[in-house]
């Protein structure tokens, strides 16, 4: 029989964490670093579970799973491992006139007991990634995974369980209820993968205890597509990064495209070429792409084709299964720019592009829409490039490709606005669950009698010479010149 | 009737001043290296300009003598400015970020991005810094900034609301007054941050409506902070250097005038944990910076409200805690002067030890052994600082990795606060994110990775369909274990 998560149950299980952090559990160099080698031992020994899990809950293709899930972790865990004594040390602060003599640096402190709430797509990915981060810095920590996500839930508490110091690290499984009850805790931080519906409830929730909180949430990730492009590369990528990740099911998807209406149809070809080249001629059939979640998010795209001036719109693909929850690459052309499927992240297998006079409009285009987790843009202008980079107001930008800075640990990956707040991957993660202490060291000589009572206009004026770092000033006030 | 006109008037400026903002954003004018520094400038000149008119509603609004309003509140604006003038152009340098060799020949950098139209709330006890300090580092990070200052300074809210477009761009560069009414209103709308500097209480509710528009939020806020006095190991210095009665001036006194002026600033010590016997060396060195009758020396700041003098005088009068004075405790309601207060060993559980005094009253705990006193700050909520005056290796350590605290300062009081290489800020209930210097300027962006990629190089393996050898080929570039990624291409192994 399965216990069930009660309100006692979270304030147990924080009181547990808090007092193994009080303890000194999770401070030391060593135990961080035994945590980190056991979640890459984790990887080595049940890949294969962790595909099945993927498969079970997603659809997702083993090659999908091995790489975007297991190979990123084991790079993220290889990393900390081989940086951790680096990311730990202090770092020195440079010191002025007004504060001498005196030394000062940054000393990185856990931030105590934290919990990290993610997502269904990366089930895998988006849980362990984000505890890597918690761990290297030194906290005790509680995994939520998602729900809908249900053998990788299970996949995730047993492997955890078994793995990792219990009196430090803990999965807790469930859906609404228990992540309500986890979410009234006091936590020292929360890091929060999902929707931005969602990341308003954890802030707010947040917020009671004065929490710090990463969220990293989703938005529309515009591609724009210039005529001077390779189109070819640019059609294999857009078709990779979209339906080669979990179909379009994934928070930096390439969401719609804009390209101008002369362009428009050498796009569409080459991504109707490309995409019979990659799934072949009865896409509905490939076992290369990941299925729809579940029948909610089903019936969720489903609505967005069936809506009017939408449906008459589509120029590929639309083919849909419901039992197999099942729905073919689609590509759509101008659909009304207040339609579902333009007003709502898509996180699906369609594609709308929307045609433009100017490619130069697609500035204001992106502009009045919420800012996305990402942007993208396919040229060879120099010039379009660093405007784009320069302007458009997007967690991360890529130029030429989709989706790659997610691998980049030296890359900060996080959102702004509507898709979130904080950053992680790399020192970044580290960072996000670090507090970064300010530690100035005084020596007793050299002590200033101007900082005291009673004060005079001479104390005055040397006041203001020591701020503007006058030095002639200085001389010239203590030797009563001035 | 009138109130709720009014309201509906300060709800169509507020409405008024975001779009003008926001319009004035999105033409770019503030992106503008130029544009940043000219109206950091701009700072320093209306800062320079009207010292005198500044330090007179320090004075009318806190009691603060002009030295302390210098070196506070008006210095450290123009330093603050200056060095973000100074230092603006190396600031706004994207910087490089190195690829791994998978990546090949991709770049990748990271720009510091405006977040667009801030707001800044800040509060009583530095009127001024608190004010033009976190707007020096909106602007200079390219923002369009809204200003509130605490209606409980109100002089020096109306001077701030009347220099500040004379000096400042006013389509960029906002001022608006008024209490808790008016930042309701203000709080409805979407900001692309909020910085507030407060008490925790108000605190929570910021966050709770910026969570309403996913807003990012700057923190910055109160706390007892403790300060440890470690007698046995800095005596001794002490009377090396002949200056015993230094350490007194130093954390007593140093902490009067700071508590004056902490009182306003929330870093203030709020007790002192100490090993010794020499209570009596406060009491010559009170003497001597305020005289005989510290009420008449114009040294002294007045509590701000009468309803904050009526609080101190609440903490003070629980019996237990009044039998604990041993220097000071008299208080003066129609001035609003409470005499600089000494408490010995106040009951721990009363409510001057659990509270935020923000006040001229220093309790001193007494401890035989000063390694005590990390238990006792660990069981409270974590300070904004810590302060220890010690030489000794083994506390400072413990203190540093046992504790918890927006910053550690050894062996001096507040100084941190002027230290602008280091971040200000708290942690838990004293706050989340950090300012100062060039943290202030990252504290108004939104660090933005940029990632290019050539078009000319291609790899097979990227693309669906899917099959063993591009399975295998990506595992071993991931794991960047190239010398086999080529017996992989060369067919000579199967690969992992």
């Not at chain 1, 979410?183 to 707010?204: A, C, H, N, P, V």
């Not at chain 2, 010559?284 to 002294?300: A, D, T």
């Not at chain 2, 005088?313 to 129609?334: C, H, Q, T």
Request: charged residues 25%; contains cysteine; proline residues 5%.
């Amino acid at each position: 029989m399965v216990k069930v998560f009660q309100a006692a149950d979270a304030t147990d299980l924080v009181t547990e964490l808090r007092r193994s952090f009080d303890d000194g559990v999770t401070r030391g160099y060593e135990w961080r670093v035994t945590q980190l080698k056991k979640l890459l031992l984790i990887c080595d020994n049940h890949e294969p579970e962790i595909v099945s899990a993927l498969h079970d809950d997603l659809g997702k293709p083993e090659l999908e799973s091995s790489v975007y899930e297991v190979a990123l972790l084991r790079n993220s865990i290889n990393l900390a491992v081989k940086q951790l004594k680096d990311w730990m040390a202090p770092d020195k602060a440079k010191t002025s006139l007004t504060t001498f003599p005196a030394s000062a640096e940054i000393v990185y402190e856990p931030l105590g007991v934290v919990l990290v709430i993610s997502a269904w797509n990366y089930p895998f990915l988006l849980s362990i990634d984000p505890v890597i981060g918690a761990i290297s810095a030194g906290n005790a920590v509680v995994l939520k995974p998602s729900e809908l996500a249900p053998a990788s839930s299970s996949l995730l508490a047993k492997l955890l369980e078994q793995y990792l110091d219990s009196s430090a690290v803990r999965v807790v499984e469930g859906a609404v209820i228990e992540t309500t009850l986890l979410l009234e805790q006091k936590w020292d931080k929360i890091f929060y993968t999902g929707s931005s519906r969602i990341g308003r409830i954890i802030m707010m929730a947040a917020a009671k205890h004065l929490t710090p909180v990463v969220l990293e949430l989703g938005g529309k990730s515009p591609v724009v597509i210039d005529s001077d492009t390779n189109l070819k590369i640019t059609a294999k990528r857009i078709i990779a990064g979209k339906w080669g990740c979990n179909n379009g099911q994934a928070c930096i998807s390439p969401d719609y495209i804009l390209t101008t209406k002369e362009f428009s149809p050498k796009v569409i070809d080459a991504l109707k070429q490309e995409l019979e080249a990659f799934y072949g001629k009865n896409p509905m059939e490939s076992k290369d792409m990941s299925r729809i979640v579940n029948s909610n998010h089903f019936d969720r795209l489903s609505k967005m084709l069936e809506e009017k001036e939408v449906s008459d719109k589509i120029v590929y693909g639309g083919q849909k299964n419901r039992d197999k929850l099942k729905i073919a690459p689609t590509i759509l052309v101008d659909v009304p720019l207040d339609s579902q499927i333009m007003s709502e992240e898509i996180f699906g297998p369609l594609l709308p592009i929307i045609t433009l006079n100017n490619l130069e409009e697609c500035f204001d285009v992106i502009r009045s829409r919420p800012k996305p987790l990402a942007a993208y843009l396919f040229t060879q202008n120099q010039k379009l490039k660093e405007r784009f980079a320069l302007t458009v107001s997007a967690g991360g930008i890529v130029v030429n490709d989709i989706a790659v800075h997610l691998a980049v640990p030296t890359l900060p990956f996080g959102g702004v606005g509507e898709s979130g707040m904080g950053s992680y991957h790399g020192k970044f993660s580290f960072d996000a669950f670090s507090h970064k202490k300010a530690v100035l060291y005084k020596s007793f000589i050299g002590d200033a009698a101007i900082r005291y009572p009673p004060y005079s206009t001479g104390k005055l004026r040397l006041l203001k010479a020591l701020v503007n770092s006058n030095i002639l000033e200085i001389f010239r006030v203590i030797l009563g010149l001035s | 009737m009138e109130r709720e006109r009014s309201m509906e008037a300060v709800k169509e400026t507020v409405d008024q001043s975001l779009r003008e903002m926001r319009e004035t954003f999105a033409s770019g004018r503030t992106r503008s290296v130029k544009w940043r520094k000219a109206q950091l400038g701009a700072i320093i000149e209306m800062v320079k300009d009207n010292e005198e008119k500044m330090s007179d509603v320090l004075f009318q609004d806190l009691g603060k003598h002009s030295t302390e309003a210098f070196r506070d509140e008006l210095g450290f604006v123009m330093r603050s400015a200056t060095t973000a003038l100074i230092s603006l152009d190396k600031w706004v340098v994207p910087r490089k970020s190195n690829l791994p060799l998978l990546f090949y020949p991709a770049t990748g950098k990271v720009i510091s991005e405006p977040y667009g139209t801030v707001l800044v709330l800040s509060s009583w006890n530095f009127p001024i810094s608190l004010s033009l300090d976190p707007m020096i580092g909106a602007i200079a990070a390219g923002n369009t900034v809204l200003l509130k200052a605490s209606e409980l300074s109100p002089n020096a809210s109306a001077l701030l609301a009347k220099l500040i477009p004379s000096y400042l761009d006013t389509k960029a560069i906002k001022v608006i007054e008024g209490g808790p009414d008016v930042a309701t209103i203000l709080l409805q709308h979407q900001w692309d941050k909020i910085f507030f500097t407060g008490s925790p209480k108000i605190g929570k509710i910021i966050m709770a409506a910026a969570a309403e528009h996913l807003t990012p939020v700057t923190l910055e806020l109160g706390g007892k902070c403790p300060t440890i006095i470690d007698h046995h190991s800095v005596s001794k210095d002490m009377k090396a250097f002949g200056c015993e009665e230094n350490l007194w001036r130093k954390v007593g006194i140093l902490q009067w005038t700071s508590l004056y002026l902490c009182r306003l600033r929330s870093c203030r010590t709020e007790f002192c944990f100490y090993s010794g016997t020499y209570i009596d060396m406060f009491k010559p060195v009170i003497r001597s910076f305020f005289g005989e009758n510290p009420k008449e020396s114009g040294c002294l700041a007045k509590i701000v409200t009468k309803k904050h003098f009526q609080r101190l005088s609440r903490l003070l009068n629980d019996p237990r805690v009044k039998a604990s004075i041993v220097y000071g405790g008299s208080m003066d309601e129609e001035k609003l002067y409470v005499e600089p207060t000494i408490l010995l060993d106040p009951p721990l559980d009363s409510e001057i030890m659990n509270e935020e005094i923000f006040g001229p009253i220093l309790p001193i705990i007494t401890l035989r052994d000063i390694q005590e006193s990390i238990g006792f700050i660990k069981s409270k909520p974590k300070p904004l600082a810590i302060y220890a005056f010690t030489k000794d290796e083994n506390l400072k350590t413990r203190i540093l990795s046992e504790t918890s605290s927006g910053s550690v300062t050894f062996n001096d009081l507040m100084i941190q606060y002027m230290c602008d290489a280091l971040p200000f800020g708290g942690v838990g209930q004293s706050g989340m994110g950090r300012y100062h210097g060039k943290y202030s300027f990252e504290c108004f962006s939104h660090e933005k990775a940029i990632m290019e990629g050539s078009l000319a190089m291609d790899l097979e393996a990227r693309y669906p369909p899917w099959n063993n050898f591009k399975l295998n080929f990506i595992r071993l570039a991931f794991r960047e274990a190239y010398f086999k990624l080529v017996l992989l291409m060369l067919g000579l192994t199967k690969g992992v």
